[in-house]
């Protein structure tokens, strides 16, 4: 079993900057993927940023150029710098992890329970 705990959402002004951090814990073995989606109101869930296991990190176009994802493998976090932010980009994010609990098992898939980011006009 994996946990997901997520940090760092609040309010900010468009224009500002927000930095989300997220730490996996408990039985890990392999964490093949990890990143973060967002899920504005009434909306479906979205991919942000996002890396998998042995490729570089996969940034939603809407994202690109102002967030940035850093992860510290050892540690087993990930954290999401987000510069310019925009009305459109409030929502609550969410931190995912695929994790293998042994060489040859399944790939299951964690999430965090959610940080809001509003961002005001």
């Known amino acids: 079993q994996v946990q997901l705990v997520e940090s760092g959402g609040g309010l900010v002004q468009a224009g500002g900057s927000l930095r989300l951090s997220c730490a996996a814990s408990?039985?890990?073995?392999?964490?093949?993927?990890m990143g973060w989606y967002r899920q504005a109101p009434g909306k479906q869930r979205e991919l942000v940023a996002t890396?998998?296991?042995?490729?570089?990190?996969n940034y939603a176009a809407s994202v690109k150029g102002r967030f940035t994802m850093s992860r510290d493998n050892a540690k087993n976090t990930v954290d999401l710098q987000m510069n310019n932010l925009k009305p459109e980009d409030t929502a609550v994010y969410f931190c995912?992890?695929?994790?293998?609990?042994?060489?040859?098992?399944?790939?299951?898939?964690?999430w965090g329970q959610g940080t809001q980011v509003t961002v005001s006009s």
């Open positions: 890396f998998i296991s042995g490729s570089s990190t």
């Open positions: 995912y992890a695929g994790h293998q609990s042994g060489p040859y098992s399944p790939v299951l898939h964690y």
């Open positions: 408990g039985s890990i073995f392999r964490i093949n993927a």
